[in-house]
């Protein structure tokens, strides 16, 4: 079976359909250097005048990138090379949706996770539903936020990209709209009718964008149910502020509210060295190119496949499942600022 599914029709749209919908559409390396390879093609086709994006089956667009592959990387220098070859392809293809030349229509209806962010932020138009969950998950397996989350996650109201790159909380559509990770909703049942005119559209024979504006028009509604990060804006920015892990954990604690206690918990899951790692990424994002946070984020990755604590969490989120990982830096105190400064050095393998 064909893991990505490319079409150009007569009318001027090409589709492209992440095809591995019992993984909900995680990303192996064989997909992205086909998607990247259909862009470059497309590019200079006449014959295509805009692209959509989108997952097959039920459960979602994508749930990032292939993961329990990655955690094979220990395994053998080899494995360790694939590994770092996944990224390489991975940041390559995000950073270029970024400019691409042509319309791109990501639909992002359902599970839109870690790298399917990464694969959807840069495109032109980004749909959500009502069925959209959207996360940066890294987090929850002793990772950290990547495919650029330091570049678009500051760009997010306040300090909630922090939130969200170090809590792992999952979105609904709304929200994904309220930090600019999308551009318009429409319903889940209206989806289809939507995207079937983006089919009958000849798209040759009129201006691409402002069709594009019109039918999208058509089919937007007000996002339902509401954006509830607006309401936790205030006491996010007051305890994502800070500089460090230590003060952000201790300001949650003095606000003394159910969201804070609970934030609160959901960072005490997390590895330390992932949450010290990522709260310095995001910090020294802020004044970064895009170019710049995929750079970064590629040394990260790379001292990641290194680190003890990423297979870890690996193996109790999606190996054994149990969900009680044994992390070597038990606790934020275990982490120096010497050992957070090595991730951010090119390793020498």
């Not at 990770?181 to 009129?206: C, H, Q």
């Not at 339902?224 to 994502?240: G, H, M």
């Not at 609160?264 to 910090?283: C, F, G, W, Y």
């Amino acid at each position: 079976m064909n893991e990505v599914l490319c079409e150009v029709q007569s009318t001027g749209l090409a589709t492209i359909t992440l095809n591995r919908p019992k993984a909900i559409n995680s990303l192996t390396y064989g997909m992205l250097k086909e998607i990247h390879q259909k862009l470059k093609e497309w590019e200079t086709d006449e014959n295509v005048q805009l692209v959509l994006l989108q997952g097959a089956g039920e459960k979602g667009f994508c749930a990032g990138g292939d993961i329990k592959s990655l955690y094979e990387a220990r395994s053998s220098h080899q494995a360790y090379q694939h590994a770092v070859a996944f990224f390489e392809e991975e940041y390559e293809v995000d950073h270029y949706i970024y400019s691409y030349p042509k319309p791109i229509v990501a639909c992002l209806d359902g599970v839109v996770m870690g790298g399917g962010v990464g694969l959807s932020y840069g495109a032109r138009y980004r749909i959500v539903t009502d069925r959209t969950k959207w996360a940066m998950p890294e987090m929850n397996i002793g990772f950290f936020p990547d495919v650029g989350a330091a570049h678009f996650l500051n760009k997010a109201p306040g300090y909630i990209g922090r939130y969200l790159a170090l809590t792992a909380e999952v979105i609904p559509g709304a929200d994904t709209m309220y930090i600019h990770a999308a551009d318009t909703f429409i319903p889940s049942d209206k989806v289809t009718n939507f995207i079937g005119e983006l089919e009958r559209t000849n798209w040759g024979e009129v201006h691409v964008d402002n069709e594009l504006l019109h039918l999208i028009q058509q089919y937007s509604q007000e996002p339902s149910p509401r954006a509830t990060l607006p309401t936790y804006q205030k006491e996010i920015d007051e305890c994502f502020s800070h500089q460090r892990v230590e003060d952000i954990m201790d300001a949650l604690e003095k606000q003394g509210t159910e969201f804070a206690r609970k934030t609160r918990e959901q960072l005490l899951s997390k590895s330390p060295a992932s949450l010290k790692v990522t709260l310095k990424q995001l910090m020294e994002g802020e004044g970064a190119s895009r170019e710049e946070c995929f750079r970064t984020d590629l040394i990260l990755a790379k001292q990641f496949m290194h680190h003890e604590d990423f297979y870890e969490g690996v193996r109790s989120v999606l190996v054994d499942k149990d969900r009680t990982p044994n992390y070597i830096y038990q606790s934020l105190a275990d982490v120096s600022d010497e050992l957070v400064a090595s991730f951010f050095k090119p390793p020498h393998s």
